[in-house]
C-alpha cells in the first residue's frame, strides 16, 4: 500500500504563488508516476502535472508555463509550484500515486484547498 498526504494550501491573490507538498509512505519501491490533480467546485477532477520515476514531466496546457512539478526521491515528497496564480487555479488540489509491481493501483490524498482571490 501507498499512502499520500498534502499540505501547503490556503489563499493567495491573483498573481502570487503557493507550492504545495504531497509526503508518501508506504511500498514506495512501487511507485511508478505521481501527479497532482484539481477539482473545482461544479467540475470534474482534472490532471494538472504528472512526473515519472525518471522525471518525465507533463503538463495540463492551462498551467504550462506557471507551474512546475517536481519530486525528491531521498525524502518521499512530490512538490507543485504555483506561480502567478490566477482565480481560475481555484480549487481543491489532489495528490496522487500510481504504484504497484504486477498490477497497478492509486492512491489519492485528501486533498488541499487553494483559493486565489481577484
Known amino acids: 500500500q501507498v499512502q499520500v498526504v498534502e499540505s501547503g494550501g490556503g489563499l493567495v491573490q491573483a498573481g502570487g504563488s503557493l507550492r504545495l507538498s504531497c509526503v508518501a509512505s508506504g511500498s514506495i519501491f512501487s511507485i511508478k508516476m505521481m501527479a497532482w490533480h484539481r477539482q473545482a467546485p461544479g467540475k470534474q477532477r482534472e490532471l494538472v502535472a504528472s512526473i515519472t520515476t525518471t522525471s518525465i514531466t507533463n503538463y495540463v496546457d492551462s498551467v504550462k508555463g506557471r507551474f512546475t512539478i517536481s519530486r525528491d526521491n531521498a525524502k518521499n515528497m512530490l512538490y507543485l509550484q504555483m506561480n502567478s496564480l490566477k482565480p481560475e487555479d481555484t480549487a481543491v488540489y489532489y495528490c496522487?500515486?500510481?504504484?504497484?509491481?504486477?498490477?497497478?493501483?492509486?492512491?489519492w490524498g485528501q486533498g488541499t484547498q487553494v483559493t486565489v482571490s481577484s
Open positions: 496522487y500515486a500510481a504504484w504497484g509491481t504486477s498490477s497497478l493501483r492509486g492512491s
